[in-house]
């Protein structure tokens, strides 16, 4: 395929520059930002692929697949008249997903049986913390996936959420397989546990406009209570920002890989 093509000779030629250059096709562009803003016009949905066929692995209530009676386990079969049979996932989520309102055709199979719903996407707001829950009456657990812009937010709200019944005087902070995300929201993260003035990050360039220091500005809002990091070795850019500062500064335990 020439798109195929175009994507290797560019490789290719960024490879030879530099190991840093990277490009983004209009797709992985597009999911960056939707990583980064947490918002996308779509379905509501996790899917799977499995010996080629793609299959609904979870539903997001309130959202268009929840509203129409689409379920975990059904087989998207095509969209608009487009098999999805074989299909990678980049090209199933550019079918998915589209303009809010936008209407599209959906077939699929559940228990052996085909049906064709119309699907009416919307706008849909992904969160930074998936889940957050107490282990036990005095520890917190906080899973956060990526680093959106509401990230710290987020995880503040989850500290007042499990404080208000028995107070937890520990945290544990999962960042495995979290890639990264907004460096202002690491910077924000590592607020909560410390408090604010406190220098996390410097960037040193050749000239002085390369050159700043970020700062933390959010209130602490967990001083006082211990702080577990979990990693492992997909922990990566922000992720490693927030542990490496939790770390330098000796205000908490990293755990993993």
Known sequence: QPGTVMK???????NELDPYTNFF???????ALID?????????CRVKLREKQVIVWEVFPDYAFAKADVREGDVLKSINGVPLYGKDMDDVSVLLRGSSNSVFELTLTRDGRDMTKNINRMQVVTKSVPYYGKLNARTGYIHLSTFGREAASEISNAIM?????EKTTGIILDLRDNGGGLLDEAVNIIGLFVGDGKTVVN????SSKNTRDWKTM??????DKRLTILVNN???SASE???????DLDRGVVLGQ
């Open 8 to 14: 290797k000779g560019i490789d290719a030629m960024l």
């Open 25 to 31: 096709s209009e797709n992985q562009a597009e999911k």
């Open 36 to 44: 980064r803003n947490g918002e996308y016009g779509g379905v509501g």
């Open 161 to 165: 959420v499990m404080d208000k019944d």
């Open 203 to 206: 960037m040193r360039g050749k």
């Open 218 to 223: 959010m209130k602490g809002v967990a001083l």
């Open 234 to 236: 997909r922990s990566a």
């Open 241 to 247: 920002v927030v542990s490496a500062s939790i770390q």
